[in-house]
């Protein structure tokens, strides 16, 4: 019996990657993918077998569906004949909700929904995860304990999971524009491009480690920062003045209505 990742383009990867680092047999891991030099690819970076998707269904404990939310229909619909009964099927898509993925599978099936976040590359992702109707609680756990795997993994209600990929599903993207935005600030100001790029990388770093700690809030960490009177302070006005908190509350919750938009379809 096998995990099978079914769809390993970017997160599906990061998810790979993550299991494999944190110790996971390549031999427990199956992949299905569509390109052959993909396939070798992820044979030669991650030891891991590529089967065919009824070959997946068939022989796997767990089944991660690791495609694009508009493909995920089709392929439960081609899973369905061939899936063993009691696999669990993990969707990853945004916005699908498990009544739908339910739709697409035999009666019964044990659906888990997982929003999982790219830092799994790293050990460090951050996931969501709800049950379906016939997802028992070791089901779900069992799910969280994979994902726990790659990071940190919380159980929420599937209601909430909308929400939670604005925050983390999609969060990673806004660090990673917050880390542009430095380093061409600091070229703008005239330091050299490697440089600017190492200051903002170590400084997200060592900002994201210290809020990491127990106990501590982020507003108390960014008024140690802040000198009355200082440089800080000036450059916290001017964000303010942009109003950049006020376009992180909209951008979230343009988020959030795209992943529900998502699951209407
Ligand atoms: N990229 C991210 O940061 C996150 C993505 N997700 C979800 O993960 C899913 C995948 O997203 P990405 O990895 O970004 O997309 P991607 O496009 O990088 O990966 C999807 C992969 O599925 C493959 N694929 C499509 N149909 C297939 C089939 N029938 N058989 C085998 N492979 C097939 C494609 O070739 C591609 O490699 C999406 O549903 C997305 O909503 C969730 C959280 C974060
Ligand atoms: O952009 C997306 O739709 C996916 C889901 C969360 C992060 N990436």
Same mark, same amino acid.
């Given at each position: #019996?096998? +995990?099978?990742?079914?769809?390993?383009?970017? #997160?599906? !990867?990061?998810?790979?990657?993550?299991?494999?680092?944190?110790?996971? %047999?390549?031999?427990?891991?199956?992949?299905?993918?569509?390109?052959? !030099?993909? =396939?070798?690819?992820? =044979?030669?970076?991650?030891?891991?077998?590529?089967?065919?998707?009824?070959?997946?269904?068939? +022989?796997? !404990?767990?089944?991660?569906?690791?495609? &694009?939310?508009?493909?995920?229909?089709?392929?439960?619909?081609?899973?369905? %004949?061939?899936?063993?009964?009691?696999?669990?099927?993990?969707?990853?898509? /945004?916005?699908?909700?498990?009544? *739908?993925?339910?739709?697409?599978? $035999?009666?019964? *099936?044990?659906?888990?929904?997982?929003?999982?976040?790219?830092?799994?590359?790293?050990? &460090?992702? #951050?996931?969501?995860?709800?049950?379906?109707? +016939?997802?028992?609680?070791?089901?779900?756990?069992?799910?969280?304990?994979?994902?726990?795997?790659?990071?940190?993994?919380?159980?929420?209600?599937?209601?909430?999971?909308?929400?939670?990929?604005?925050?983390?599903?999609?969060?990673? =993207?806004?660090?990673?524009?917050?880390?542009?935005?430095?380093?061409? /600030?600091?070229?703008?100001?005239?330091?050299?491009?490697?440089?600017?790029? !190492?200051?903002?990388?170590?400084?997200?770093?060592?900002? =994201?480690? #210290?809020?990491?700690? $127990?106990?501590?809030? $982020?507003?108390?960490?960014?008024?140690?920062?802040?000198? $009355?009177?200082?440089? @800080?302070?000036?450059?916290? &006005? @001017?964000?303010?003045?942009?109003?950049?908190?006020? /376009?992180?509350?909209?951008?979230?919750?343009?988020?959030?209505?795209?992943?529900?938009?998502?699951?209407?379809?």
């Amino acid at each position: #019996m096998t +995990h099978a990742i079914v769809g390993v383009g970017q #997160m599906g !990867e990061a998810i790979l990657s993550g299991l494999v680092s944190a110790g996971w %047999n390549p031999a427990d891991i199956t992949v299905t993918v569509r390109r052959d !030099e993909r =396939a070798q690819e992820l =044979a030669q970076r991650y030891g891991v077998r590529r089967v065919q998707l009824a070959q997946a269904a068939r +022989h796997s !404990e767990v089944l991660v569906v690791g495609v &694009k939310p508009h493909d995920v229909a089709r392929l439960l619909d081609e899973v369905t %004949n061939d899936l063993r009964k009691g696999t669990v099927v993990v969707s990853l898509a /945004a916005g699908l909700t498990t009544e *739908t993925l339910e739709e697409h599978l $035999p009666g019964g *099936t044990p659906v888990v929904r997982v929003m999982p976040n790219t830092p799994a590359l790293v050990g &460090k992702g #951050m996931s969501g995860i709800s049950g379906g109707r +016939h997802a028992r609680p070791e089901h779900v756990e069992q799910v969280r304990q994979m994902m726990a795997a790659v990071g940190r993994a919380v159980v929420v209600p599937e209601h909430q999971l909308d929400a939670l990929t604005a925050v983390s599903g999609s969060g990673p =993207a806004y660090v990673f524009y917050v880390a542009e935005a430095m380093v061409e /600030a600091g070229v703008q100001l005239g330091l050299a491009r490697p440089l600017a790029t !190492e200051l903002a990388t170590q400084t997200l770093l060592g900002a =994201a480690e #210290m809020l990491a700690r $127990p106990g501590v809030h $982020p507003s108390i960490l960014r008024e140690n920062v802040t000198s $009355p009177g200082g440089t @800080t302070a000036q450059a916290l &006005k @001017t964000l303010d003045d942009y109003r950049v908190r006020a /376009a992180f509350a909209a951008a979230m919750e343009a988020c959030r209505d795209r992943s529900v938009e998502l699951g209407e379809h």
